[in-house]
């Protein structure tokens, strides 16, 4: 855990800071980042959440750049006049890299934001709130200090007396800190969105306190506003345009009777990460078996949102057995078997669609496009995942299990692809270099040590020359770095295994 209080007084809150937020019931806001408000001590306090990040911010707010949560606090310390008090930030780290993330403030009793202004005609003492919004503003301009997010709802306005008013700024994570132009200046009011006559009373007052020429400020802020509104309107036509068309109910039934057959199989351990994104995309299938294997995150909380997942928790039995396991509880005969990081899109579903499934024989091969810490590699491979459960099913393999293709059956490869993500961080190929060694170690044994050598070399060489994964920079290089380490401990333990035995003779 990092953190950092303003005060003593608070720390005790920062480091409970887990157990306070999710304790709250008060919440005041719960879309990508979540804020609740708490009392501690006679205080009032507002705790934002912020969304976990995805993976390669993840490792940017890790190595390159500060957290949001720490942004917010120290950019709030930096500009205390124009901000409610800060008290402090926690973030927390998941296999080395950034997780959670909080910022802590006073709740601040403001009485309205700038965007009730904006958006009644006829609020009270609207042209004098205006001229002193334009007058804090400068003030904020005047130091430095550039809003990157200057919008309606982060504008908070508390009435201190008649005809006088305050102004604090929230969501200050993302700020500038230079000596502005002035068309950086003007240009800072375009995310207003106002109006072309509220503009023009708040270009005025503004123009009046930094003493420059009203007209061309006028003109310099309404192009920015302008150009604004133009890009956002831009990007939600084209939004509009590139989201998934809304599949008419008929054509959505039509879609499920096609996949009726089958029943998507996985077999999960601590798949937080993944299996959401996992899920999403299978939505059309009416029946997902979930085989929890002593699960011990969130997994088993986010596979119970999904209507069509069936849950079942069991005890793991190596991967072959298990699998054939899984499968058992599956109504329909037909298995897609994935892993919990396996992302199906919609061209190889809808290629799933116009398979025959007549023909129990007929078995079908995926390819598998792998990702290794967020990024694609130059090894796709060709796998057996499609068949039914009345012919055939997996070996018994405790690892690098395989579908069992009889002769007489008859192998169809897919011509789509769908996604792996391999390998998410770091921490995680040491995790699963242990687990999957542990297995392909046991009842076999290397007594050559020049085999373990061997076979750790030509696993770099083949991955990292041989599969063209030199072209993929420094990922490319941790992706051979791994396969050596897994060939290198699996072989080493047979090796050590065989020692072992010889002693006992």
Request: charged content about 30%; some cysteine; glycine content about 2%.
């Amino acid at each position: 855990m990092k953190y950092k209080v303003s005060d003593k007084q608070y720390e005790v809150l920062v480091k409970g800071i887990r157990r306070y937020f999710s304790e709250a019931t008060n919440s005041i806001w719960d879309k990508r980042n979540k804020i609740k408000i708490i009392s501690f001590s006679s205080e009032e306090i507002t705790i934002k959440s912020f969304k976990i990040p995805h993976f390669i911010n993840k490792i940017a707010y890790t190595f390159l750049r500060d957290s949001k949560a720490q942004r917010s606090y120290e950019n709030s310390l930096r500009i205390k006049a124009f901000v409610p008090k800060s008290i402090g930030y926690a973030e927390f780290k998941k296999f080395g890299l950034i997780h959670d993330s909080y910022f802590l403030c006073e709740k601040y009793a403001y009485d309205f934001t700038i965007r009730e202004l904006l958006t009644q005609k006829d609020f009270k003492d609207k042209e004098n709130i205006f001229d002193q919004f334009a007058a804090f503003t400068y003030a904020l301009h005047q130091e430095g200090v550039e809003h990157l997010d200057y919008s309606p709802g982060n504008i908070l306005i508390k009435k201190m007396s008649e005809g006088h008013y305050e102004f604090k700024i929230i969501d200050v994570n993302r700020m500038r800190f230079k000596r502005l132009t002035q068309e950086e200046c003007l240009g800072n009011f375009s995310k207003l969105w106002a109006k072309a006559e509220d503009l023009e009373i708040i270009i005025k007052a503004y123009a009046k306190h930094a003493k420059i020429d009203t007209k061309k400020a006028l003109q310099i802020a309404a192009e920015a506003s302008q150009k604004h509104k133009d890009k956002k309107n831009f990007k939600k036509k084209m939004l509009k345009n590139i989201k998934k068309r809304t599949i008419p109910q008929h054509e959505l039934e039509k879609k499920r009777d096609l996949l009726s057959d089958i029943s998507v199989v996985i077999m999960v351990k601590n798949a937080e990460e993944t299996i959401a994104e996992c899920l999403d995309a299978l939505r059309l299938f009416d029946e997902v078996v979930i085989y929890l294997n002593n699960s011990e995150d969130a997994t088993k909380q986010i596979a119970q949102r999904y209507t069509n997942v069936k849950l079942v928790e069991g005890e793991f039995l190596g991967f072959g057995r298990t699998k054939n396991e899984a499968a058992t509880y599956s109504k329909h005969a037909w298995i897609l078997s994935l892993d919990s990081d396996e992302i199906l899109n919609t061209n190889i579903i809808d290629e799933m669609m116009q398979l025959d499934y007549s023909n129990k024989q007929k078995i079908y091969r995926l390819k598998r496009n792998n990702y290794f810490l967020g990024h694609e590699t130059q090894n796709s491979d060709f796998i057996v995942r499609m068949y039914h459960k009345e012919y055939t099913q997996f070996d018994d393999s405790a690892v690098h299990e395989k579908i069992i293709v009889p002769k007489e059956a008859q192998l169809i490869t897919l011509r789509t692809s769908f996604k792996h993500l391999h390998i998410l961080n770091i921490n995680q190929t040491l995790k699963k270099i242990i687990h999957y060694t542990d297995l392909g170690s046991e009842d076999k044994k290397i007594c050559f040590f020049s085999v373990v050598i061997a076979k750790s070399i030509f696993a770099f060489f083949k991955t990292y020359i041989l599969q063209g994964n030199i072209l993929k920079g420094w990922v490319g290089y941790a992706l051979a770095v791994n396969s050596a380490n897994k060939r290198h401990y699996k072989y080493l333990k047979q090796y050590i295994h065989c020692q072992e035995e010889k002693r006992e003779r």
